[in-house]
């Protein structure tokens, strides 16, 4: 028939059991009709009520609404459609519990359009609804604050806020007293009259007896179709709307959409959500404070080395004296040679940045206008490299220049101990001091600069920085006496940063035993290993910190998953209920994308802020108990962005199967659960 809104022919269903509820349906109902849908139970009343309402598919037959077949629509289809076409009423009212009235009948607003929200036509129509029902003094009520007839006229109100031609009713009495069933029936009486379509699943002869017809089923088919009154005449106005363009693209759009929906959620459940964020706040925290901690950490260690340099190398050769001749080699290993040796190296090993050679004389006799200081003296003839290697630098007066050590000059430096043994309170610069040696001759040198004063080495016990002299080593190998000092058998050398100081020394200890055989003994010094082994001590150490606290942080998100998962079968109704309003399954995948996102996205805020206040704290407490060490502001950008990014991926993951279990929501058993 031309008029015939909803067409059902041969339908049949089964569940996944198999067992056949629906065994051959047709009937057809006309716009405006009030039909009453009766029969025993168990005999596929409220399985035909979520077919119609495209609620449940996979079955044979046919089902068209206002013309169309419902097989053969889309899910943004059959979510337009319940939005615009169907208002659902259901017998247990599924309102949501902690909204208001207002917020209730305000739901379908939201949907299906993946970005809409109430309008103020919206809230307009709302008004006018509500209004027509008679329940605005409950306005700002939530539903618990109401009696079972007022709020199954809320659902009413809500199923009408779009202005659906049909109304599908299940059982929309059966949960109220007889007082409220004849208010409820009133009202759905009067939407009849003002031309809406509306069937009523009923088991009450009170309610079927107020409609024009009933159908009864029985065992899955039509027992009986029977007119009871005239049909009355179609005066609607309805207009049924136009179909909503399909959303394209990733929805992005959606997902923000869902963002205060899902924020709504959260402060719903207060205490819930805030026990479920301290596992991951817990997590971020440790995170951040394990890898700024150890970085920090890493630092300060290597920090008590730096005296040698984390990027220096020290490097030495010998004459093999026991060396039987090693006719491979291409010439015999005396010393190095600073021409032959050292200034190569630059051009062959691209890691060297600088070099310079350390000539020593140990424990020589300082004396300037009758004053001398031996104690744990020592002369070193360097070249200026030397500085920039070791980072020492002079408080007064200037360092050794490339000039000085091209002129072998007779100048040197003195470290602050030579400085008060010798000259105080006279200043030296400019006075030459005799540097005497074994033999009793002297390097007389002029002072040019006094070295900044040294923490005592604690890397070598046997070198103070304070007591040395520095000279030029062209001077020095010039006037040294004692041949074995004039000869170069240690050199410093400065490698690139991120260079494995051993390494290095590996490559060199190659280099100069190819190019001298057994004739020269070779060795990199033992505090590049050291330095190199402490380096990956450290790294390994502070990797497992960062291990353990990922660690942590995955639990804090299987935390959020457990409890996505136990909230979304607690929300299956709301959920079902979202759906049979109009939301489409991407609205629901994101709604709880969403909410883990924002759950671990505020968790991971508090974490890092909990994080950062934590190891300041830490170093701070370290400061106290530690003298040497002084309170610094540590901001690790990595360690900030690799906790941001676990933030997002423990969110995202989190979410992702309470998602995809959302958006594979069968709402027929949704609605069933129990409560
Ligand atoms: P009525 O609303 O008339 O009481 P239903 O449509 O609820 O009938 O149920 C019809 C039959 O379908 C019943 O035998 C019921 O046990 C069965 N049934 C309902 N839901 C499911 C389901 N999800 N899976 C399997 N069988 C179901």
Known sequence: MADALIEVSNLRFSYRNGEEILRGLSFSIHKGELVALTGPSGSGKSTLFYLLGCLLDKYQGEISINGRGTHQLSAFEKSFLRNQEIGFVFQQFYLLPRASVLENILLPAYYPNENSKPSKPDRQRALEIIDRLGLSEFLDRTPQELSGGQQQRVAIARALLKNPAIILADEPTGNLDSKSSESVMKTLLELHSQGHTVVIITHSPEISNQCQRVLKIRDGQLESDIQQTAKSKVHSSLQIPAMLAHPKGWGLGALLHSIPN???????????????????????????????LGSFAKKKILAGYE?????????????????SGDFHATATFQNFEWDRDIFPLFRIFP???????????????????????????????????????????????????????????????????????????????????????????????????????????????????????????????????????????????????????????????????????????FQAGTAAKLISQMKLFLNIFSGLLAAVALIALVVGGVGINNMMLANLSERLKELGLRKALGATPRHLRYLMLSESLLLCLSAGIIGLVGGFIAYEGLILGATKLIPDLEFEWVFQPLAFGLSFIAIIVTGVLSGLIPAMKAEKLDVMEAMRQEA
């Not at 200037?398 to 470290?415: E, H």
């Open 351 to 521: 890691d060297i940045e600088m070099a310079t050679p350390l000539l020593y004389t140990w424990r020589p006799t300082l004396s300037f206008g009758g004053r001398s200081f031996s104690d744990n003296t020592m002369g070193i003839g360097i070249a200026n490299d030397f500085f920039a290697i070791t980072g020492v630098k002079t408080s007064r007066g200037r360092l050794l220049s490339v000039f000085d050590l091209d002129t072998s000059a007779p100048v040197c430096v003195i470290g602050n101990t030579v400085l008060n043994e010798v000259f105080f309170p006279n200043d030296p610069i400019g006075k030459s001091l005799s540097v005497g040696q074994d033999g009793g001759s002297s390097m007389p040198c002029r002072v040019v600069g006094i070295l900044e004063k040294q923490p005592a080495s604690s890397a070598d016990s046997n070198t103070d920085p304070n007591r040395v002299v520095l000279l030029p080593f062209t001077y020095f190998s010039k006037v040294a006496t004692n041949s074995w000092e004039r000869e170069i058998r240690d050199i410093l050398l400065k490698i690139k940063s991120g260079v494995d100081p051993s390494e290095m020394g590996a490559r060199l200890e190659g280099y100069f035993q190819n190019r001298y055989g057994d004739t020269g003994t």
């Open 307 to 323: 005296i040698l340099g984390v990027n220096s190398l020290q490097f030495s050769g010998y004459r093999n004296w026991r060396s």
């Open 262 to 292: 899902a924020w709504q959620n959260i402060l719903r459940s207060k205490t819930r959500s805030a026990l479920t964020m301290l596992g991951v706040c817990l997590g971020v925290g440790a995170v951040l404070t394990t890898m700024s």
